[in-house]
T-cell receptor
């Protein structure tokens, strides 16, 4: 296994369009996390899953943001009606059964540019 | 959400100098603390973590950090930096709250 993968790596879209990003975690990992990172800032937590259950979503930035992990494997993050302020790097991470003390492995991120 | 502060945004050191990067957080309950590093063009990766036990934790590549509960701090240290330590360093509390990062440049 080569680690966490994210697709696409770059996405350019026009304001108002919907975008969807995919994250494939390390295969044996049951926890999956989404973050947003803007230039000069640290990662900002959005949501996380344990298997297919979304256990925390109160920090999704608005109701335009949603995430799914339907079979407990890969996950998708969708942003509807994109705005220029959504331009950022979207990071995914996964971890195993150790819970909050387990090591997170981050993917390379998807860079979103909203024109 | 907890607040995590990294007061040094940019640090420039010469090789062999000692490093200390500050991290303070604003949460009084049980915390799990992490330092991550992001080398140029690479993913975030874990340097070290603390969740219980000895407050002095050792990580990869000669890094260590000390948890001082009374000061709500978890500072990162390395006695002698190398040019290859040039990177951005992030402190985190649990999995949810990251500091803004410290960009370290080591001059050869």
């Amino acid at each position: 296994d080569t680690g966490v993968s994210q697709n696409p790596r770059h996405k350019i879209t026009k304001r108002g369009q919907n975008v969807t990003f995919r994250c494939d975690p390390i295969s044996e990992h049951n926890r999956l996390y989404w973050y947003r990172q803007t230039l000069g800032q640290g990662p900002e937590f959005l949501t996380y899953f344990q298997n297919e259950a979304q256990l925390e979503k109160s920090r999704l930035l608005s109701d335009r943001f949603s995430a799914e992990r339907p079979k407990g494997s890969f996950s998708t993050l969708e942003i509807q009606r994109t705005e220029q302020g959504d331009s950022a790097m979207y990071l995914c991470a996964s971890s195993g059964l150790g819970g909050s003390t387990d090591t997170q492995y981050f993917g390379p991120g998807t860079r979103l540019t909203v024109l | 959400a907890q607040s995590v502060s990294q007061h040094n945004h940019h640090v420039i050191l010469s090789e062999a100098a000692s490093l200390e990067l500050g991290c303070n957080y604003s949460y009084g309950g049980t915390v799990n603390l992490f330092w991550y590093v992001q080398y140029p063009g690479q993913h975030l990766q874990l340097l070290l973590k603390y969740f219980s036990g000895d407050p002095l934790v050792k990580g990869i590549k000669g890094f260590e950090a000390e948890f001082i509960k009374s000061k709500f701090s978890f500072n990162l240290r390395k006695p002698s930096v190398q040019w290859s330590d040039t990177a951005e360093y992030f402190c985190a509390v649990n999995v949810e709250d990251f500091g803004g990062g410290t960009r370290l440049m080591v001059k050869p």
